[in-house]
């Protein structure tokens, strides 16, 4: 079922995002460079795309932040939660010896989580909550050795139903593939775990089978099992797909925003739109007759396909999306021109309407083909040089275009080879033409 296209930040609202980049000491790094906030931008892009947000604006704003455009996103927590992270993944085994503390930390973890939950909890009570389970979470990490199975040698990620829970699945270089079986050799048979972490809390701490404790886990792929819903293993697998933030991301301003165009705007817009059509149509009838009445059923058939070729690529309408839409019923009627003008040109030379008809086309595809290569062109320029509303002008633009030259050469040629079979529509008068040959008058 088809729905309505999705509409832009400037005719729907939605969300912006102000995101600051923070130096990282720890990496090298002590301060924001251009080339650092190119990468930042880089990685937020990415980030928005395998959340499905569409017509998305990511833009490097001073020297240190990024502003982020959601629109028809007007609680953005999910996008938030997951550009603010900079999802450093590690893998670890655990200690010997730690067995009986681990299952204390864990069940001290499950308590603490019990008590945030509360809705009495008073903000100096929940401070001290959130203080206990930092110092539980450092307290965990500290049961497992690193051994630099990190997340910079992964390969590819996704999120993954093995037939009973939802998880990540997890494919490492070669590099990644050798420690991990290193790592869960470790622990094969011995029940301890292999403790996954993200952001340095435990994701989940899957024993290994003893049957790997001689070469461990093999082939360079892993499944993070726990409890997860489609909606987190499909979020922590976007963060390690899409990489690493080189910096930290802090989220300095969140605000929901109104339309900047409005209701009255887009009204007023689609007026205009209707007006503009409802002059070709009358001029296309007017200066070409039959021909024109043909070129205005195509083109109410052509704009019910455009419409609903957008719905099927989720395109997000802007105003200057809109613009494009426009401007390709422009291209369309511009087709028509070229295709009748050839006909007329064809019957006043004295052949009959079906030879006119033939010639007509053919003479005027290569017009057709060449003028739309050259807008399709310039789309794809727009397309990949421009940002944000550029973006979709191009779509538009370019879907239109496609779509007007497919109606053009096929369902205006079907209508008219069967209009001209009906004895009341071969007058050459109602073509426009006002003097043939004799023999075009008497014969088909």
């Known amino acids: 079922m088809l729905r309505p296209p999705k509409l832009g930040l400037d005719l729907q609202g939605g969300s912006v995002l102000t995101l600051q980049a923070k130096p990282n000491p720890a990496q090298g790094i002590n301060q924001i460079t251009p080339t650092i906030l190119r990468e930042v931008r880089s990685v937020v892009e990415r980030r928005l795309n395998g959340l499905g947000v569409a017509e998305i604006v990511v833009q490097t704003s001073g020297t240190d932040r990024v502003v982020v455009q959601l629109p028809g996103v007007n609680s953005p927590d999910q996008a938030e939660k997951v550009l603010g992270k900079t999802a450093q993944l ?18 001290e973890r499950q308590v603490l989580q019990l008590e945030l939950l509360d809705p009495q909890l008073t903000p100096e009570k929940k401070a001290e909550v959130e203080s206990k389970i ?50 869960s050799a470790q622990v094969a048979g011995t029940g301890r775990s292999l403790g996954a972490f993200l952001d340095g809390e435990l994701v989940t701490a899957p024993t290994v089978d003893a049957r790997f404790a001689d070469g461990g886990i093999t082939g360079g792929t892993a499944f993070i099992s726990g409890s997860f819903s489609v909606e987190s293993a499909t979020n922590l697998a976007i963060q390690l797909r899409a990489g690493s933030l080189p910096v930290p991301l802090e989220v300095i301003e969140n605000r929901s925003v109104g339309a900047t165009l409005g209701a009255d705007s887009i009204r007023q817009s689609i007026w205009a739109g209707v007006g503009g059509i409802i002059l070709v149509i009358a001029f296309m009838v007017f200066y070409y007759r039959l021909l024109g009445v043909v070129a205005s059923v195509v083109l109410g ?47 006043r030379s004295g052949k009959t309407l079906y030879r006119a008809v033939e010639a007509g086309f053919d003479r005027a595809w290569s017009s057709i083909l060449d003028g739309n290569i050259t807008t399709l062109i310039s789309c794809a320029a727009l397309f990949f040089l421009g940002v944000g509303i550029v973006k979709g002008f191009a779509v538009t633009l370019a879907v239109g275009v496609v779509l007007s030259m497919i109606t053009a050469i096929s369902l205006t040629r079907s209508l008219l080879l069967v209009m001209i079979t009906i004895p009341q529509c071969r007058q050459p008068q109602y073509y426009g033409v006002e003097t043939i040959a004799t023999r075009t008058q008497a014969s088909l």
Do not use: H
């Not at 199975?149 to 997890?170: C, F, H, K, R």
């Not at 200057?320 to 064809?346: C, M, Q, W």
């Open 301 to 347: 058939i052509y704009g019910v396909f455009t419409i609903g070729m957008f719905s099927l690529l989720g395109v997000v309408l802007t105003l200057p999306g809109i613009a494009g839409f426009i401007l390709s019923l422009g291209t369309a009627v511009d087709a028509n021109v070229l295709i009748f003008e050839r006909l007329k040109e064809e019957l």
């Open 90 to 107: 590690e893998f670890r085994p655990q200690k010997q010896g730690t067995e009986g503390e681990f299952r204390t930390r864990l069940q």
């Open 134 to 183: 930092e110092q539980n979470k450092k307290a965990i990490l500290d049961l497992f050795a690193p051994i630099g199975l990190t997340g910079d040698l992964l390969v590819n990620a996704g999120a993954t139903n093995d037939g009973q829970q939802w998880g990540v699945t997890l494919r490492f270089n070669q590099k990644g593939g050798e420690l991990f079986a290193q790592a």
